[in-house]
């Protein structure tokens, strides 16, 4: 079992930061992709990006490519999304989640093939 803690959410103004934060414990993640999904009210949960832990290699949807950065403190199992020029279309629930990969295997964008899930952070960017 993983336990994913996320946190790290707020109002901020359009063009403005935020970084959260995912803490896992419970099994060692070394082997596990760790991804991000953020969620809209009325709105399926979509991908936002995933870091995989044994290489540091990183993926985003295009939606936050070049604003967003997911990276990771080994030494403290926690994963940060740091979110920068926010935009309203990014108000949402954040969260992370996790899941076991073998290092050949592609890294998953679809919710429901993470196994393991924080709580959600909220996310909200005014205009």
């Known amino acids: 079992q993983v336990q994913l803690v996320d946190s790290g959410g707020g109002l901020v103004q359009a063009g403005g930061s935020l970084r959260l934060s995912c803490a896992a414990s419970?099994?060692?993640?070394?082997?596990?992709?760790m991804g991000w999904f953020r969620q809209a009210p009325g709105k399926e949960r979509e991908f936002v990006g995933a870091?995989?832990?044994?290489?540091?290699?990183?993926y985003y949807a295009d939606s936050v490519k070049g604003r967003f950065t997911i990276s990771g403190d080994n030494a403290k199992n926690t994963v940060f999304l740091q979110m920068n020029n926010l935009k309203p279309e990014d108000t949402a629930v954040y969260y992370c989640?996790?899941?076991?990969?073998?290092?050949?295997?592609?890294?998953?964008?679809?919710?429901?093939?993470?196994?393991?899930w924080g709580q959600g952070t909220q996310v909200t960017v005014s205009s």
């Open positions: 989640a996790a899941v076991r990969l073998y290092s050949m295997q592609v890294v998953p964008t679809l919710h429901s093939r993470y196994d393991y």
């Open positions: 419970g099994r060692t993640v070394s082997s596990y992709v």
């Open positions: 870091i995989r832990w044994s290489s540091g290699t990183t």
